[in-house]
Nanobody, 120 residues
Framework: EVQLVESGGGLVQPGGSLRLSCAAS????????MGWFRQAPGKEREWVAF??????NTIYADSVKGRFTISQDKNTLYLQMNSLKPEDSAMYYC???????????????WGQGTQVTVSS
């Protein structure tokens, strides 16, 4: 069974940076899509970034494009977040989808999340 464990969240001032990590284990599919989602209080869970395993292609939500970078090193997925804004505050989740299908809020495997708070 796929297990995902996020870390790296915390409190940061606006304009600051954080790097989130997601340690993944238990998956056997070489063709997969992993990504980051976030959910703020009272809002729906939204996707932030995806990375496809086959060629390493990445895609980003418009709200984070140019500020966030998704990457992977072996079995750890990262999300480098720069120029953080208060509206980036949310619980951030790592997610995995097999067979090249990206996870959705209702599918795939999910971690427990790590809290990011951007505030002065």
């Amino acid at each position: 069974e796929v297990q995902l464990v996020e870390s790296g969240g915390g409190l940061v001032q606006p304009g600051g940076s954080l790097r989130l990590s997601c340690a993944a284990s238990g998956y056997t599919s070489r063709t997969n899509c992993m990504g980051w989602f976030r959910q703020a209080p009272g809002k729906e869970r939204e996707w932030v970034a995806f990375r496809y395993s086959v060629y390493g292609n990445t895609i980003y939500a418009d709200s984070v494009k140019g500020r966030f970078t998704i990457s992977q090193d072996k079995n750890t997925l990262y999300l480098q977040m720069n120029s953080l804004k208060p509206e980036d505050s949310a619980m951030y989740y790592c997610a995995y989808g097999s067979g090249g299908t990206c996870p959705t809020p209702k599918s795939g495997y999910w971690g427990q999340g790590t809290q990011v708070t951007v505030s002065s």
